[in-house]
């Protein structure tokens, strides 16, 4: 079963065990979430959020609803937000949570290395949606006449992102929110 990102539809078996104990119906109003729990599900959330949003931002610029300097000042702050926010995320967990969580759980470390990969392959993906925004910028100050175009391929480069970001947070949830609901947070700063 490939595990990479883009080719694996959930975690096998072997990375289910405290899944299978801790299931996602149980997650809300448990007690161990705690905190750190939940700011987790809240950060994603606001992840998956945003990124909808930006295309549903971009899909009104194609559509004609809304003028090139009124998008592109709604815009730009906020594609520059997420992309900030998000590697930061990455960062706090690749050089402090995921060592944590292995260390505590030692059976599940091949699923956080792969995480830990998830982030390589999304980092890449980012890439290509700065230098999408980028050039929409370029067209909305100075270019008119490509401004369509260059949102297309905006909303085109969001909507490959979104299934990419889409299971990498799903998965990670399944994989450290069962850890914390078990160990209770307080162990496992
Ligand atoms: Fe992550
Ligand atoms: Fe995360």
Redesign the pocket.
Known sequence: MPLELGLRSGWPDSLRFLLQRYPRAIWPGHRNLGQLGQF?LQ??QMFKELAQMLLAGTQELIAGRLDAATFNGWFAPRFAFFVQELQG?HQI?DQHYFPVFMRAEPKLRLGFEVLEQDHDTIHAALDNLVAASEALVRALVAEPAMVTARAEAMAAAIERFLPLLGRH?ED?EDLLIPLILERGDATIR
């Open positions: 987790w950060r994603h995320h967990e947070l990670e």
